[in-house]
């Protein structure tokens, strides 16, 4: 992608706008036309004739690249015999053609660049793979095109080593939970670098990161396994508030045996209530709280509860 967008901009450098290929075009035709008009009513010899044609070929082609135009967000190099000369632009401005020459076209909107690091070791030895996407913009034209050979691929360059020695300096965990930080160390980094080119980086952005798959199972039954742990932490909890429930609610049946009887027998009854259920309690505890009668009236309501 850098490549191509250079290739691009090279390209550029000896763009003719079409103002200036309409304004050759006409002085040709006047040139043509005078030169008929001047042959046919006041013929000339072919020297002077060939001489006239000339100037206007050589007028045309001058005028044909001596005319530029910048758009809106573009600042053009001109170098007058390879000195910097001066920035012009935006829109209309001119240059003498041979003496002067435009190398470069410097775009001052935002762009975005694309970087990555493949297989780069973290502080504890992790092989990752981290995708990012740089935010940059020139602020100084005369920078980027005098202090470096081509800024674009520089800047590449300069954002995807930046990219690898954060990396190497940050612990898997910290990758993957402070991207926001490590965000905020390549912004710094790269701005650092690019600075004294004439580039300004205003973010950096992780857009991935990807590790080992053996590692990132690992990582998952790690996590399971948290989980687990904390849900039997929360049922000891529980558990514990359970016990202290049960043991202020028997302070309430200390010296209160008849509500601890009826308390017995209200519990063993819902037990019963229960279609097929069994409830084994000792020989005791059944002439102490008269549980003959109280099947009976289970078993009858049953009765009655299936007949209607």
Do not use: C
Request: glycine share 6%; net charge negative; aromatic share 8%.
């Amino acid at each position: 992608m850098v490549k191509k967008e250079v290739q691009t901009v090279r390209a550029n450098q000896y763009r003719i706008p079409a103002l200036a290929i309409l304004v050759a075009v006409s002085v040709y035709g006047i040139g043509g036309a005078l030169a008929y008009l001047v042959d046919r009513f006041t013929p000339l010899p072919d020297e002077i004739a060939a001489g006239v044609a000339s100037v206007f070929v050589l007028v045309g082609t001058f005028l044909l690249y001596g005319i530029k135009i910048a758009n809106q967000w573009e600042k053009a190099i001109v170098l007058r015999f390879g000195r910097f000369q001066k920035l012009a632009g935006p829109g209309l401005f001119w240059v003498t053609p041979i003496i002067e020459s435009i190398p470069n076209w410097i775009d001052h909107r935002v762009m975005v660049t694309p970087f990555s690091a493949e297989k780069t070791l973290t502080k504890d030895t992790v092989p990752v793979d981290v995708d990012a996407v740089l935010f940059w913009m020139v602020w100084d034209a005369e920078k980027a095109a005098l202090e470096v050979e081509d800024y674009r691929t520089a800047i590449a360059w300069a954002a995807q080593t930046a990219l690898r020695e954060v990396i190497g300096q940050m612990y898997l965990a910290d990758i993957l939970v402070g991207r926001a930080k490590m965000d905020a160390d390549l912004q710094r980094i790269i701005d650092e670098r690019t600075t004294p080119w004439g580039v300004t980086v205003q973010s950096v952005e992780i857009r991935d990161i990807v590790i080992p798959q053996d590692l990132e199972d690992a990582m998952s039954r790690q996590a399971q396994a948290e989980r687990e742990r904390q849900a039997r932490v929360i049922l000891g909890e529980s558990e514990k508030q359970i016990a202290a429930s049960f043991a202020e609610a028997s302070q309430a049946y200390i010296n209160n045996p008849t509500a601890l009887h009826l308390r017995a027998m209200n519990m063993l009854f819902e037990g019963l209530k229960e279609k097929g259920a069994l409830v084994i309690v000792p020989s005791s505890a059944v002439d102490t709280m008269n549980l003959g009668g109280l099947s009976g009236l289970v078993s009858l309501a049953k009765d009655q509860q299936s007949e209607a």
